[in-house]
């Protein structure tokens, strides 16, 4: 499917010097602020308190997020769990020596914006625990908020969390590197890793030079950059391949500046679409998948510029040429291998 047929190719490797020192300049920059400023890592990473709690009707999110940050934690995630009741609180670590625990004084303030008051219930004879419970009290009684659950995150978990999520990425390329290898040639994969790379590093430096929070859901778009963008090379790699096979008078570059320009409606149907439907994400979708759509759109756009003037260009710069790609035929032995 087209939306457009391009006649004349467009010489984009006669620029890719050019695109590839900004590029080169751009990588630079984000691999600098990443070791300058870091990464701001959320709960997950770093530990800290998780804290479920129930209300006694649709919670309303946005006004929870008001409150907890007015009690001083920013960045804290607040997400709704399961039914509209439930909402899951993600609160970083404090010092040691605070008078009061983070849950119990978010619980309270939580319990003050519902006018309600707070009271210790002792813990019966079967719930298998000796702590006291709170809850949040109205005049008449009734329960307006229930705190259900309170986790500490470690330090440890979240060390193991930045262990698992970085061997994650790394079989990530090691397989893509591994497919290109056995579908096309070894030059293509080199390229295709390279250019997956500076798209995952400049995705991370964004996040560093704004202070974003990196949690999991920001792992998961980068993941999924990961295989986004190398589909986008596959589909350049495939049509090259194809056409060394039958413009067989046409040079390396305009071989590559025809695949390129023969793919652009494909590209520009497929990115578009997946693109307005990480807009509405990004649009409407509230602060829970905020940096979620914020990483994939920051992905896609870079996406379609390496696989174009990363990924082709490198290719080219390693000297690919049609008999990677295509074994040339043997002639044929007239005499069948007899020996006279």
Known sequence: ME???????????????????????????????LLHKGLHLSVEFTGGTVMEVTYNKAANVDAIRHTVEQLGFTDSPVQPFGKAQDVVIRLPETKKDAKISPADAVFEGLCKVENGSLTKIAPSADSGTTAEKQVCLDA?????????????????VGDELTHDGLMALLFVVLGVMLYLAIRFEW????????????????ILGFFAFFGWEFNLSVLAAVLAVLGYSVNESVVIFDRIRENFRKQRKMSVTEVIDNAITST??????????TQLMVLSMLLIGGPTLHYFAVALTIGICFGIYSSVFVAAAIAMWLGVKREDLIKPVKEKDDTDGAVV
């Open 264 to 273: 652009i409606s494909r590209t520009i149907i497929t990115h578009g679409c």
């Open 3 to 33: 939306l457009f047929r391009i006649k004349k190719d467009i010489p984009f490797m006669r620029h890719a010097l050019i695109f590839n020192v900004i590029s080169a300049l751009t990588f630079v920059a984000a691999v600098f602020f």
């Open 187 to 202: 030059k293509f994969a080199v390229a295709a890793i390279v250019a997956n790379l500076h798209d995952v590093i400049i």
């Open 140 to 156: 008449d009684k009734k329960e307006l908020v229930k705190l259900q659950r309170v986790e500490l995150v470690g330090a440890q």
